[in-house]
């Protein structure tokens, strides 16, 4: 799952989340779900609610449903870019000269 682009998550996205959501920031919901997928966070804010809030992820635990829901949201592609697409591998190659 790409939750780094979690701002730009399709439509479709947004209203399979949103019951969970509706419990949790999805910010908040992003966190926990890499968090208990055992992937390690380093959330980043300069506002003390955003802080007070990306901190708060360890009183919930979404349920076996809503994590499945959320593992069913990986598309297995970037949501920015193509790792396949020739062009872009040229274009990435071409900071490395």
Known sequence: MRMGGVWFLPERCLTLTK?????????????????????????????????????????FEPDAEDMAMLEALDTAESLFFSHYDPETVEWFMSFAK
């Not at 910010?27 to 901190?55: C, D, M, Y």
């Open 19 to 59: 019951a969970i959501c509706d419990k949790y920031s999805l910010q908040q919901t992003a966190l926990r779900f890499l968090l208990q997928s055992g992937v390690v966070v380093i959330p980043k804010s300069a506002h003390k609610e955003r802080i007070i809030e990306n901190f708060n992820v360890f009183d």
